[in-house]
């Protein structure tokens, strides 16, 4: 037996969060009847549970880890014609979703899942993931420039949290410098953004790792299920980087909502 919200969230209904305000807004029925309360547990496999009417998918939770190639949208579908990231997951016949975002043109780590709470958890900034990348520039910028990047640049949507910045792999010859940058923030285009700041224009990038998560050998444009371990150390690291302010904020908003 799991609670009711949780059971939701696993079926991809939205975060546990947004989930407790369905049920206590009296959109979910149990076996036909209205749920309200919280802390309701359900069998997922024998109770019939309907939101809005219709019943929720009673799917097996699914965390996928893809090499994205460059040139695939991170999206289930593409109106243009595009490849999506699911023409990369033959056999999957479940909707799971991405993990947060890749560009078009960025390759590397991407999970999917069809556990909405999961994914939640990933994505929030309030949980500060690491995400490492491998960000090819043309030229050699100095230990000056990757300081700064380091400590944090202005952006159009404001400075960027402090990031470990440094050099991966120096090829004079190559004309061109593959530099190691982690992030603790998920903005739009953050990392092309931030070279292009401080003129170091991105050629290349590949996203090759994720809280613990590393992208490892997998093939481009292969896939493989996570094992519980990865799933469960994933959770842990959401969890365990959550920054104390944020969390007090949030129970206090929590506290006043109450
Ligand atoms: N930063 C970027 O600029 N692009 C990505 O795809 C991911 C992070």
Known sequence: ???????????????????????????????GTVVKELGVKVDPKADVILVDGKPIKNEQTLYLLLHKPKG??????????????????PGIKERVYPVGRLDYDTEGLLILTN???????????????????????????????????AK????????????IVDY????PEK??????????????R???????????PVIRLKRVQFGPLHLGTLARGKFRHLTPQEVE????????AESPAAAADESQSVQKKN
């Open 1 to 31: 037996m799991e609670r009711l919200q949780k059971v939701l969230a696993q079926a991809g209904i939205a975060s546990r969060r947004k989930c407790e305000e369905i049920i206590s807004s009296g959109r979910v029925q149990v076996n």
């Open 72 to 89: 695939v949208i991170t999206s289930a579908k593409d109106t243009k014609g595009r490849k999506v990231v699911s023409d990369y997951l």
């Open 115 to 149: 556990d909405g709470e999961f994914a939640y958890l990933m994505t929030h900034p309030r949980h500060h993931v690491p995400r490492t990348y491998r960000a090819t520039v043309e030229g050699t910028p100095h230990g000056s420039v990757l300081e700064k990047l």
């Open 152 to 163: 944090g640049i202005k952006l159009e949507d404001g400075m960027t949290a402090p990031a």
């Open 168 to 171: 991966h792999d120096v090829n």
């Open 175 to 188: 004309k061109e410098t593959v530099i190691s940058i982690t992030i603790f923030e998920g903005r739009n």
């Open 190 to 200: 953050q990392v092309r953004r931030m070279f292009e700041a401080v003129h170091y």
């Open 233 to 240: 150390e994933l959770r842990k690291a959401a969890l365990e």
